[in-house]
């Protein structure tokens, strides 16, 4: 097992690519698909996934799907993102058009990758979490000592207290990679993250 991890773009979102027995998965392919595309090498792609429909995190999927022919997964909740019209930054599409296949909770399997998928709305209405053996792909949801922004096109703050609570029930030794920054553990943000820390 391999992750590459290819901070992106204006707002240096996390691509990660995951590399298991000579097969890639890619997860938020935010910008340049030609990195991207360098990184899985000689690797067989057999899929995108998407932790939310953010522009930043979307931009290179349309390049990714026409180059490789693979599918891309995607919480239907955050559907409306692809089609509102939104004021990018140079070189950043708001949308992709290829089909997508609708994420739901639960178990995923692509190719040889097993994986996870949490639902949890509150940065954007579909954001999801993905696990991947002892990894947890959280996006824009959880930051090392931080969350994400609430104040989104979809985002809701009743949803994310709720999601951060589901979270606080996730197996503490998971290794968090977020959609931006760096590294930490699930263990460590429930001790020391503001917005996991229990006051009581
Ligand atoms: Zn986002």
Redesign the pocket.
Known sequence: MDIVRTPQGLYKTNCYILKENGYALIIDPGFHGHRIMREIGEAKPVGIILT?G?A??ICAVDALVEHYHIPVYMHPMDDELLRVKRRMPSGYKERFTSPYIALEEGPLQIGPFSLNVWEVPG??AGSVCIGYQHILFT??TLFKGTI?KVN?YNGNPVAMKATLEKIKTFNPAYVVYP?HGTSTTLGHELATNPHLVSHE
């Open positions: 939310h953010h930043d995190h940065h954007s996006g824009d994400g989104t959609g």
